[in-house]
């Protein structure tokens, strides 16, 4: 229906305008107002509700693939137009809302819809530009995101991308006047009840992440830099770990400045299972994440801190995965995870937003990485900073060559690795000792002919001793002995002339030098080193059973040495 009053042909005359219609079988529409036909001006009120927006959906293709299945809208809004000079100038006021809206995807159902969307005190301008809104909000808003197999997402599949013809590079824009700068403004941003679920099937097993209770306000949104909004936000994951983000965020500025503060306590990491399998090479039992996260942003500069506190994480078995990463997992999180199973991570991070190497999510994994690589490939230098640092090599233990007596120094190495192992519960140390000619062959051989100077001064004793090594040598005896042996050994030499015969100290020399030290004797050496090495970590508090001793090994025998060698596991 339609109806125009006062037709007169003159530039000064208005019509007043009174429409409306029927949409769709259930929506109303109705327009009213003053219209000056041959001024080009008027001011008309629009009054709809229950207009069905599905029969709009050949009008959105071929640029949305997904389909606009539900949706009505209603509106009061008072328009004013002067199209008479120069320039055309409006003003536009009033409400909008946009109900029981769904958008499908062929197969996978619905991929977003909301109960409400309400937009109430809008206020728009062409002279001076400006658009302004008192309050957005958005009731029970629910999302489901498909990532594919192919990486492709189910809202880039959503909009269509132009095609262009083959060989045709893009025209470019034509040069247009740069346009007056729009003042914006948006008194709060409200979101009410939302959820999202996330599935992402590049990954096998696909992972499906529920974040439900979203809850967020916004306030003060505003293109004039002075302004500076504040963010208030809830959420939980699969309806149990609340996240809380608060702080300054304005995307209606450029250069905006933003400070924001992110925290969680308690986020189950079991949904992140199928990430860890692909990424990690293992499945996760179970494990709990605390999240304190800093982010400021000034002239598109970003200083961050993300500060992760993971809480019981434990690894499950092995999935094999190619795109696992080759460090040892299981040895970095031992490394990193005290006593009360708490794994702290601190990770800084600093860019320019503008750069096209800066992506925030690629940045921190890859500090989080270089973190776990770092420890996995340095534990002992991640242990000696646990115990206060220093240069202490906490690797080894060093020997009095050619006896299982540890030198002076490796004490206190010895015991700071005990202190720091008892803040790492999770780790368990294989001792591998060694032994070789160059470095305890002199003094074994030596030990070897005192020994057999005492078994000669033991043969000759009534009732035999228990053991040689409580038979005493005098000066006198021991010069006798060497004497005897020496002539024993070298039967060539000179024995008639005193003057000639060498003097005890070449005689024990030789002696030493021809005695034969065989390959169970090092072995033994070094399994009685790790022993050693094995009962002063006891000592100092090490429990036993985190204790293994190895044979010496590769390694061993590669870095020779009166030395044990300690493993991290």
Known sequence: QVRLADLRHDAGSTWPLDASFVWNGDGRIAVKGPVQPFAARGTLELDAADVDL????????????????????????????????????????????????????????????????????????????????????????????????????????????????????????????????????????????????????????????????????????????????????????????????????????????????????????????????????YRINKGKL????????????????????????????????????????????????????????????????????????????????????????????????????????LSIAEFTPGTAEPLPSALAPLSQLAKSLEQRPALTLELEGSADAEHDGPPLRLAALERSLREAKAATLQPQPASVDAVQLSSEERVRLLRAAYDAAFPTAPKTDAQERPTPEVMEERLAASMAVTPDAYRALASERAQRAREALIAAGLDQNRLFLTQGGERAQKEKGARVYFTAR
């Open 54 to 281: 599905a029969p709009l959906q050949p009008y959105l293709e071929p640029d949305l693939v997904a389909q606009l299945a539900a949706g009505r809208a209603g509106a009061q809004v008072k328009v004013a137009f002067d199209a008479s000079g120069d320039s055309p100038r409006w003003t536009l006021a009033g409400d909008v809302r946009v109900d029981g809206v769904s958008v499908t995807e062929k197969g996978n159902g619905d991929l977003l819809k909301w109960r409400a969307l309400e937009l109430t005190g809008i206020d728009a301008a062409s002279t001076p530009p400006r658009a302004q809104v008192r309050l957005v909000r958005l009731l029970e808003p629910k999302a489901k995101v498909y990532v594919w197999e192919d990486g492709a997402t189910s809202v880039a599949r959503a909009v269509a991308t132009p095609a262009q013809p083959k060989g045709a590079a893009p025209a470019p824009p034509p040069a247009a006047a740069p346009a007056p700068r729009w003042a914006a403004r948006i008194g709060a941003v409200q979101i009410v009840g939302g959820h999202a679920t996330v599935v992402d099937r590049s990954i096998a097993p696909a992972a499906v992440v529920n974040v439900s209770g979203f809850n967020a306000k916004v306030t003060d949104l505003s293109s004039d830099p002075r302004v500076r909004s504040r963010v208030d936000a809830k959420l939980e994951i699969e309806g149990a770990s609340p996240i809380a983000i608060v702080g300054t965020l304005n995307p209606l500025q450029k250069d905006a400045y933003t400070e924001l503060a992110v925290t969680s306590a308690g986020v189950d990491l079991s949904p992140l299972d199928p990430y860890a399998g692909k990424h990690l090479g």
């Open 290 to 393: 605390d999240l304190d996260l800093r982010y400021k942003v000034e002239r598109r500069d970003l200083v961050a801190t993300n500060v992760v506190k993971v809480d019981q994480l434990t690894l499950g078995e092995a999935t094999n995965s190619p795109d696992a990463t080759k460090i040892p997992v299981r040895l970095a999180l031992a490394l990193l995870q005290d006593r009360d199973g708490v794994i702290l991570l601190d990770v800084p991070v600093e860019g320019h937003l503008d750069d096209p190497e800066f992506r925030l999510g690629k940045v921190i994994w890859r500090t989080v990485l270089n973190v776990l690589t770092k420890v996995a490939l340095s534990p002992f230098s991640a242990l000696a900073a646990l115990a206060g640092g220093g240069d202490a090599d």
